[in-house]
T-cell receptor, first 115, second 111 residues
Framework: EAGVTQFPSHSVIEKGQTVTLRCDPI?????LYWYRRVMGKEIKFLLH????????ESGMPNNRFLAERTGGTYSTLKVQPAELEDSGVYFC?????????????FGSGTRLTVV | DQQVKQNSPSLSVQEGRISILNCDYT??????FLWYKKYPAEGPTFLIS?????DKNEDGRFTVFLNKSAKHLSLHIVPSQPGDSAVYFC??????????FGKGTRLHILP
């Protein structure tokens, strides 16, 4: 089966610009998660979708971040306007079962650099 | 306020010897603990997990030990192989809740 796909793999934007990251989960996985890792830090939770609904968005840093999952398939994460501290690697993960029992399957991530 | 702590940023181990990666946590309500492995330019991949009701789980060369009274877990890799060189993330979760990760430990397997 195809894994979790993220696009783009890298993005370099200027402060104040807008960037949209995309994630295609494994087909049939209702649970979709966004995480972010700033260099040297922990992989930090951003939010969790169950199908098209936001189950938990407690990790979203502020209202410059907007996540959507229309139709319960792929998801987008938009950062507008981007700030320097938004730089990092954004990971998307999906799972068939909610909860940690079988772990999540992660994509390769999008490395975002804001200059 | 990190709930999952990996205090060793890096570890070097001779090929063939045992690698021991350590992790501490603060939330006694966690139900599951997991280890993920990450290669450069790739996403983390699930390695092994353990339920809070157990104290040991083994899968091939990988064994995870859980000491609930000390809020400590460790991952043992025996014997260590060159392909084990990666960043290892300790993680924890309550059932039906998100997985919380540590900062990771970079493991170098020396020839």
């Amino acid at each position: 089966e195809a894994g979790v796909t993220q696009f783009p793999s890298h993005s370099v934007i200027e402060k104040g610009q807008t960037v949209t990251l995309r994630c295609d989960p494994i087909s049939g996985h209702d649970n979709l998660y966004w995480y972010r890792r700033v260099m040297g830090k922990e992989i930090k939770f951003l939010l969790h979708f169950v199908k098209e609904s936001k189950q938990d968005e407690s990790g979203m840093p502020n209202n410059r971040f907007l996540a959507e999952r229309t139709g319960g398939t792929y998801s987008t994460l938009k950062v507008q306007p981007a700030e320097l501290e938004d730089s990092g690697v954004y990971f998307c993960a999906s799972s068939q079962v909610q909860g940690p029992l079988y772990g999540y399957t992660f994509g390769s991530g999008t490395r975002l650099t804001v200059v | 306020d990190q709930q999952v702590k990996q205090n060793s940023p890096s570890l070097s181990v001779q090929e063939g010897r045992i690698s021991i990666l350590n992790c501490d946590y603060t939330n006694s309500m966690f139900d599951y603990f997991l280890w993920y492995k990450k290669y450069p330019a790739e996403g983390p991949t699930f390695l092994i997990s353990i339920s809070s009701i157990k104290d040991k789980n083994e899968d091939g060369r990988f064994t995870v030990f859980l000491n609930k009274s000390a809020k400590h877990l460790s991952l043992h890799i025996v014997p260590s192989q060159p392909g084990d060189s990666a960043v290892y993330f300790c993680a924890a979760s309550r059932i039906d809740d998100k997985i919380i990760f540590g900062k990771g430990t970079r493991l170098h397997i020396l020839p």
